[in-house]
């Protein structure tokens, strides 16, 4: 049960001033300072690109980042201004989570194992076989048992994702074993 609870006559959204007694928490402005600290390195290593230009890319690399980083310093400046005001999420609001639970240690190690494998499998076998385990172990690890509907959506989400970022992006994935034949 939860004893820090606002009193009832205070409106859902009302969030103009914290309380009396209540505490503005530190952290949520070591995050806004992580936020914009992140966007001005974005900001500035996107300076430093040359301008690369040619008849695929006119524009070429430098705005996307620094869209990017200008974007970061941006939600840092408006959470800060949000949190000077008071507000604050409600404490396990957002899951239906029990945190007297124990971690679940198993489904843990096998995502890191299915995580691990993938790396392992990349460069020998490729992204579409290295994929399609990690998304097939990812699954199993999270408790589906439906194996073969599984497989089938793994293979197909990897050679998906191999093919968008070959046609969509220009970059290949290593093939691997099926160099020649996707």
Known sequence: MMTDRLPETAAAGDRAAPEAGRTTDRAQYGLCAFLAVVGVLVVVDAARLRH????NDPIGPKPI???LGVLLLLI??????????GGS???EAGEDVDITSPVD???VLLLVAAFVLNLALIEPLGWVISGSV???????ALGSRHHVRNLVIAVALSLTTFYAFAIGLGVNLPAGVLQGIL
């Open 52 to 55: 690369i230009a040619n008849s």
């Open 65 to 67: 980042p620094i869209v």
């Open 76 to 85: 840092a400046v408006l959470y800060a201004v949000d949190v000077a005001r």
């Open 89 to 91: 999420g409600e404490a």
């Open 105 to 107: 240690w198993r489904t």
């Open 134 to 140: 990690l998304f097939w172990g990812c699954a199993f």
